[in-house]
């Protein structure tokens, strides 16, 4: 972590904590500013899984990052699917827990590491990644942000990447995942990463589409690849 960001880090200690609520697509959200305060935008990416979700196998949505939840609530909302939500930070899972309750959504909630959140044998046919991407150098031009909940290295990309791991290795073959991003070089390391997990895993998955949703953010859709012998199309690059 940069020397600005630890100085933002202790700017923090003296944060508001007193619980607002935001609407999010007609879902009623509760956070304090200890958290990421929950953007309008990213619903594009809850309502990206509810679409794909129409032709996937049946199965929990998992969301990565989770925050205080809204992003995955409103895709099991929209879907009908139960749901498990990580997250590192024991405040944002508490509001996560609370924010399902509200919304009458089916969750499981952990507070842990994604390394360590997830059981060996567990496969989710939706995954919605959610990762910090800010550049640690860039953290102080967002002074209500947590630095935690948005601080994704010296690129962005740390966080990326390791989410991105994880959410592969527990996807069901045919499933799909939905990954936040901030910049047009994130996506071209999230393709990297991709192609480079493809050679050590059986089922093979690539970059299908991204969708641009600035000054907010990026979505990458990620899923098996295509079979071009089956009149399917790769991904541009």
Do not use: K
Not at 33 to 44: D, E, K, M, S
Not at 165 to 178: I, Y
Not at 185 to 202: I, K, Y
Request: proline residues 7%; glycine residues 10%; contains cysteine.
């Amino acid at each position: 972590m940069s020397e600005s960001a630890r100085g933002y880090r202790r700017a923090m200690t003296a944060v508001d904590t007193t619980t607002e609520t935001i609407e999010f697509s007609g879902l009623p959200i509760d956070w304090d500013r200890r958290v990421l305060r929950p953007r309008g935008w990213t619903a594009a990416q809850s309502r990206w899984v509810a679409e794909l979700a129409e032709d996937t196998p049946p199965g929990p949505i998992l969301e990565l990052c989770c925050g205080a939840g809204h992003i995955g609530l409103l895709a099991a909302s929209l879907t009908g699917r139960e749901l498990v939500q990580v997250d590192r930070d024991p405040v944002a899972t508490d509001y996560a827990r609370r924010n399902a309750a509200t919304a009458g959504v089916a969750t499981d909630v952990r507070t842990a590491s994604v390394v360590g959140a997830l059981r060996p044998d567990e496969v989710f046919p939706l995954v919605v990644v959610d990762p910090p991407w800010v550049p640690s150098t860039e953290v102080g031009d967002f002074p209500e942000d947590p630095v935690g909940a948005i601080d994704g290295g010296a690129d962005g990309t740390d966080q990326i990447a390791l989410n991105l791991g994880v959410a592969l290795r527990h996807l069901h073959p045919a499933g799909h995942v939905v990954l936040q991003v901030g910049t047009d070089e994130q996506v071209a390391v999230v393709r990297s990463v991709v192609e480079g997990l493809g050679s050590t895993q059986e089922a093979r998955h690539e970059v299908l589409d991204v969708r641009d949703c600035r000054p907010g953010g990026l979505l990458v859709h990620i899923g098996r690849v295509r079979d071009t012998r089956e009149g399917g199309q790769r991904a541009p690059r």
